[in-house]
């Protein structure tokens, strides 16, 4: 089965500040993975996602996140936090549930504070 | 176009009681997924619908737990002889096409339930 960890549940920063989110996968075949995050009291909104086409990808609000498979990793970054990223952060695997078709196993969460 | 929708967005009961919470996916997605989202255990899969059949569900926590799909649309999650450890944030999520591992799933706000 794969699997995801995100090392530091907790991750402070200041206002424009680089954010670094880590993510390190477990896959036995070629992983897609997913970077959502969850704003207070919502659901989860996806921020980018790696499918093979370009190990950097770039997604929503100024985060992109490069896939490197000698590392296993997944790693989540923006080069200039804002206080509107303050949120929790997901990095997620598919995982088969039967031929054709996948769940999603998701890693414990990050949750991101922005200092002013 | 509309998101995926949920009801009730909070919920409070009293231990032994049943629950149904009700899933709206978006207009046209064949994938539906129901996951938990707790303290304890961080987001898990519940079950996988294609159109209106659940061809695993070994996610379900346990036969207190089970899910219906009608019409290829709406989904009802039941809990029944709900216990305090039930208490967590259902979300819903729905795919456009069969669950493919690169699809994106799109999450519903969720239903807040908390078992006294």
């Known amino acids: 089965a794969q699997s995801v960890t995100q090392l530091g549940s907790h991750v402070s920063v200041s206002e424009g500040a680089l954010v670094l989110l880590r993510c390190n996968y477990s896959?036995?075949?070629?992983?897609?993975l997913f970077w959502y995050v969850q704003y207070p009291n919502q659901g989860l909104q996806l921020l980018l996602k790696y499918t093979s086409a370009a190990t950097l990808v770039k997604g929503i609000n100024g985060f992109e996140a490069e896939f490197k498979k000698s590392e296993t990793s997944f790693h989540l970054t923006k080069p200039s936090a804002h206080m509107s990223d303050a949120a929790e952060y997901f990095c997620?695997?598919?995982?088969?549930?039967?031929?054709?078709?996948?769940?999603?196993?998701f890693g414990q969460g990050t949750r991101l504070t922005i200092n002013p | 176009g509309a998101g995926v929708s949920q009801s009730p967005s909070n919920k409070v009961t009293e231990k032994g009681k049943d629950v149904e919470l009700r899933c709206d996916p978006i207009?046209?997605?064949?994938?539906l997924y129901w996951y938990r989202q707790s303290l304890g255990q961080g987001l898990e899969f519940l079950i996988y619908f294609q159109g209106n059949s659940a061809p695993d569900k070994s996610g379900l926590p346990s036969d207190r737990f089970s899910a219906e799909r009608t019409g290829g649309s709406v989904s009802t999650l039941t809990i029944q002889r709900t216990q305090q450890e039930d208490s967590a944030v259902y979300l819903c999520?729905?795919?456009?096409?069969?669950?493919?591992?690169?699809?994106?799933?799109?999450f519903g706000p969720g239903t807040r339930l908390l078992v006294l």
């Open positions: 999520a729905s795919s456009p096409d069969s669950g493919r591992a690169w699809e994106t799933q799109y």
């Open positions: 896959s036995s075949v070629p992983p897609y």
């Open positions: 207009s046209g997605h064949t994938a």
């Open positions: 997620a695997v598919s995982d088969r549930i039967i031929q054709g078709a996948q769940k999603l196993v």
